[in-house]
């Protein structure tokens, strides 16, 4: 069975700066793509950030600049590394990966996610 475990959340004032790291596990075979996506309360779940064959990588305009994304080399495990974080930064963020596995069919996977609270 597929899961992936996120770590790394916590408390951090404006302008600091936090690393979530996502480890994927119960399959040998590499996802096609992992990202991250954030849900505050009230609002809709959005996507921050995702790199595709570990190589191209999308972000949320309002992450550009001060997140970055990447993923180790040759295993399902992707980092979130966020800097200048600002309140409005302030949400659950889960991890997310996909792979094809037939024409017809993608898989999809969700962690249970990590909380990120900026505020002072």
């Known amino acids: 069975q597929v899961q992936l475990v996120e770590s790394g959340g916590g408390l951090v004032q404006p302008g600091g700066s936090l690393r979530l790291s996502c480890v994927g596990s119960g399959t040998t075979r590499l996802f096609d793509a992992m990202a991250w996506y954030r849900q505050a309360p009230g609002k809709e779940r959005e996507l921050v950030a995702e790199?595709?064959?570990?190589?191209?990588?999308n972000y949320l305009e309002a992450a550009k600049g001060r997140f970055t994304i990447s993923r180790d080399n040759g295993k399902n495990t992707v980092y979130l590394q966020m800097n200048d974080l600002k309140p409005e930064d302030t949400a659950a963020y889960l991890c997310?990966?996909?792979?094809?596995?037939?024409?017809?069919?993608?898989?999809?996977?969700w962690g249970q996610g990590t909380q990120v609270t900026v505020s002072s």
């Open positions: 790199i595709i064959n570990g190589e191209s990588a």
């Open positions: 997310y990966a996909r792979r094809a596995l037939s024409i017809e069919y993608t898989a999809t996977y």
